[in-house]
Structure formats: structure tokens, C-alpha cells
């Protein structure tokens, strides 16, 4: 488990400005992987979270799907994901290299599969969608679905194949990366952030809630869907990011035979669902959308949805082990893309709102970040993402 390979620190060892450059607020895939950049740039990081690793990035699916996740009218947001999908088998192989841990990040491609005329009518407008885009995705016949993935349902009747998504064991991202912080000396703050405090338009410092106040130059703000709620925050950011829940169910399949060889995300008589496979043989079937504030219980009726229309694309989903049901909150924004940038409080900056692609997003985040603070700017296709875009003019 996670805690087994956290080398925490005091509070009060980096209870001043002395001992820490940059405090990060949150520590999921961003905020660890932003501190990790900034740690090896030359900052003395500290992550400040409750709960290290164990928000969305815990629960995620860890789909790298920037092709299978285009929407209409999120354009701007598909080139940032294709740039930060690029940019991960060198990132992956980079926290390998520092840690000796794999993350098993795997180019496995994703089918996107359907069950009647319906459903392919979606799956037909979505692979004219993405070919308008010049997106690599490949439309499939029924038998060539079947010969692609063997394990998926006789009355599939086709499909999209996009060999460039992939994805990557998100529990063992989130390891590896709370060990690339601990080997480059990255404290961490089990501890809630209660209030940044700020004077005159700068940030001061930071109010935890066993009433620790910390020294802070430079704070980032990478709370996830709680990034809003925390007092003090700067003020274009109030309200602006809420929590988007999403339900998720972990198997194990018996054998090795019955693991799938892709990624199956399918629309079974009208709902989405995905079944995401590991080398460890668990398969991760997902998720629920909703919104319903910061409610972590998990409704018998999800995962009997999820259940049924997973086994109606891969029926032998029905033979697996069940080992967990789990909740977590999407950060989602109004345009359902990442907030990164800099704040109108002096010394604070944010990188949130990472909605359904923060697992996507980590390795482009992480150097956007580390590029904003050691340079004052960011450059390149994080660029048009900062708070600024939602002022109204």
C-alpha cells in the first residue's frame, strides 16, 4: 500500500520559509507530479494533503485516451491532450528509470464497440467525428471486432479501433510518484489546508487545520475538486470548480486467459461503459457521471448498471472476482478543461480542473508548471489554459 513507501516529515520541520520554496496544495497525480519537476529544477517542495494519493487519482481507470475522449466543441482541449499523450512513454519511462517501479503504461489501443443499430448509429457519428479531426481511429466490421478482441460479445455488431490510446496502472502512477518525491527529498504535510492567507495581494502564508500556520512565497493550488473550497482562495476561482462524481468497480479475473488485449469502451443499448484491463489480471469497469456535492457512498444501483452493461460487452466479466467498489470526485469546470496559471493573488498559482483527464494530463501539467515558476510564463499548448480565459470582458 501507499503508506508503506511514504517517508514523511514533521510539520514543524518546514515550518518556515526557510526550508521550502513552493508548498503544494493536493496531492494527486498533479500536485506529486509537479513537485516532483520542481524538486529536481532546484525547488525545496513541500506537498501539503490528508490523504496522499488517495483522491481521484486513486480511483481512476488510468485511460490515456485523447482519440476514444474527443467531444464536440472540446477541440482546444483535444490538441493539449495529444501533445501530453506524446509526451508520455518518455515520462513513463522517466519515473521507471528513478524509481525502479513500473507503472505499467501500455499503447494497447481502445475498442470502442456496439450492441444494435443504435448503438452504432453513435459509434458510425463518432468515428466521422474524429476522421474529421485527422484523428487515427479505424472503423471495424462485427467480425473483425471479434477477431481484434475474442472475448467481447457474439452480437457486437462493430466498432473503432484507436491504436493510439493507452493506459497506465494509475495506483502504481500515483507509488511511483510519492517514491520520485520521497528520493528527491519532496516533504510531505499530512495535514488539511484550512486557508491561504494573503497580504496586500500577496500570498503570506498557510492556516492547516490543527491551526499550524506555514511561511509560503509560492503556493500551488492543486486541490483537485476541493481546490474551490478552501478559504482564501483567489477570488476567480470561487465556485468555479465543483466535484463531478464518478463510481468505479475493481475485478480479478481467474486466469490469464480470460484477460482482455484492449481496452473496451462500448455503448450498450445507450450507456457508456468501459472495462479496462491490467497485466494483473484486475479489470477496472467504469463510471458513473453525476453530480451530487462530495457524497463518497457508492448506490447498489451503480454497480449493478455497471456490472450489467459491462457483461452485455464482455461476458465473462460475470466469471471475475469482485474486490472493490469505489467513489471519487471528478474536478470538473465550466468548459470541462484544467485550470493552470497563474492567480490574481500574487505567489499563488493553480493547476486543477482536470475533469476526466487528469490521468492524461500529468506529464504536460507537471512541466507547465515547473515552467511557470521558473520562468514567470508558460509557453506552448498549456498556454491558453490559465484562470484568465473565464473573466468576462
Known sequence: ??????????????????????????????????????????????????????????????????????????????????????????????????????????????????????????????AEFQQSLGLQSERLSAREVHKAEPLLASDVQGGILTKVDAQVDNRLLVQALVSACNRSKV?????????????????????????????????????????????????????????????????????????????????????????????SREIVVGATTYEKGFDTSVQAESVYTLLRDARMLVPSVCQAQFNQAAAGFRPGTPDNAPIVGRTSIEGVFVATGHYRSGILLTPLSAMAVTELLTTGTINGAMSSFSPQRFEKH
Open 1 to 126: 500500500m501507499i503508506a508503506d513507501i511514504l517517508l514523511t516529515k514533521d510539520v514543524n520541520t518546514i515550518s518556515t520559509s526557510d526550508t521550502t520554496d513552493v508548498c503544494i496544495i493536493g496531492a494527486g497525480v498533479i500536485g506529486l507530479s509537479s513537485a516532483w519537476r520542481l524538486s529536481n529544477a532546484g525547488f525545496r517542495v513541500s506537498i501539503i494533503d490528508p490523504a496522499i494519493g488517495h483522491g481521484a487519482s486513486w480511483v481512476a481507470a488510468g485511460m490515456i485516451a485523447p482519440v476514444t475522449e474527443a467531444y464536440y466543441g472540446e477541440e482546444s482541449l483535444l490538441k493539449l491532450s495529444l501533445v501530453s499523450a506524446d509526451s508520455w512513454p518518455d515520462f513513463a519511462e522517466e519515473l521507471q528509470q528513478a524509481t525502479s517501479m513500473s507503472i505499467q503504461y501500455l499503447q494497447s489501443g481502445i475498442l470502442m464497440v456496439g450492441k444494435d443499430a443504435d448503438d452504432m448509429a453513435v459509434i458510425n457519428e463518432l
Open 187 to 279: 516533504s510531505f504535510i499530512h495535514q488539511m489546508v484550512r486557508e491561504i492567507k494573503s497580504v496586500k495581494g500577496r500570498v503570506e502564508r498557510l492556516l492547516l487545520q490543527d491551526g499550524t500556520e506555514i511561511l509560503a512565497d509560492k503556493v500551488v493550488l492543486a486541490a483537485g475538486s476541493w481546490s474551490s473550497s478552501i478559504q482564501g482562495v483567489p477570488s476567480e476561482l470561487w465556485d468555479l470548480i465543483r466535484p463531478v462524481k464518478g463510481e468505479i468497480l475493481r475485478l480479478k479475473v481467474p486466469d490469464p486467459l480470460s484477460v482482455l488485449s484492449h481496452i473496451v469502451r462500448g455503448v450498450a443499448k445507450g450507456g457508456v461503459i468501459y472495462v479496462v484491463p491490467r497485466q
